[in-house]
């Protein structure tokens, strides 16, 4: 059971939240537990969204946005999001299951997948203090200028989600996948 009230029904989210929460509902046919437990600040579910969205607009792949994804919640030890990215990263992704296994080891099959989801990590560890070396890399398998923000930018939306699920224990509305052993 989470820490903070998740609003069962988008009736019971605050107001300026509902329209939110309703085209989330309108999209993917259902309302995960993390936004109906951000929903509690508008604010927060709007800058979760917006980003979100904002990203998808971005030139990164679907699939490489979620790869970031797995490798982000193993690294941030988050069994919400690994869980909803396991279901997502297989079913809307297409990852298989030796692709999501090696994304959450913090690499990929995929040569330049590899890169970003490396770079992701090596950010996430470092907390952001990278090294040169580090960028080099990422731009040497072919990622560009922007395209290391929208890295650094799934990382930043990651860690928020990762942080929100741990602090809160937001209930897991997703198969249960548990963490690789240490």
């Not at 982000?72 to 988050?78: I, K, L, P, Q, R």
């Not at 040569?111 to 990278?130: C, D």
């Not at 650094?152 to 602090?167: D, G, P």
Request: glycine residues 6%.
């Amino acid at each position: 059971m989470s820490r903070i009230a998740t609003p069962a029904r988008i009736e019971d989210a605050p107001e300026a939240s509902r329209p939110v929460l309703e085209a989330i509902q309108k999209q993917i046919g259902s309302v995960p537990n993390i936004f109906r437990l951000v929903s509690n600040s508008p604010a927060a579910l709007n800058g979760l969204t917006g980003l979100q969205a904002a990203l998808g607009k971005g030139t990164l792949a679907p699939a490489t946005r979620e790869r970031i994804a797995l490798a982000m919640a193993e690294v941030n030890g988050c069994d919400y999001c690994l869980s909803a990215h396991t279901y997502t990263g297989s079913k809307l992704a297409k990852l298989d299951d030796h692709e999501i296994l090696a994304n959450r080891q913090g690499t990929s099959l995929d040569a330049k997948a590899a890169a970003a989801v490396e770079f992701s990590r090596a950010l996430t560890l470092s907390r952001g203090a990278v090294t040169v070396a580090a960028i080099e890399k990422v731009r040497a398998a072919g990622y560009g200028d922007a395209e290391i923000l929208e890295i650094i930018a799934h990382v930043a939306l990651n860690t928020f989600t990762n942080y929100v699920n741990e602090a809160l224990g937001t209930e897991i509305d997703f198969p249960r996948i548990s963490p690789l052993a240490a």
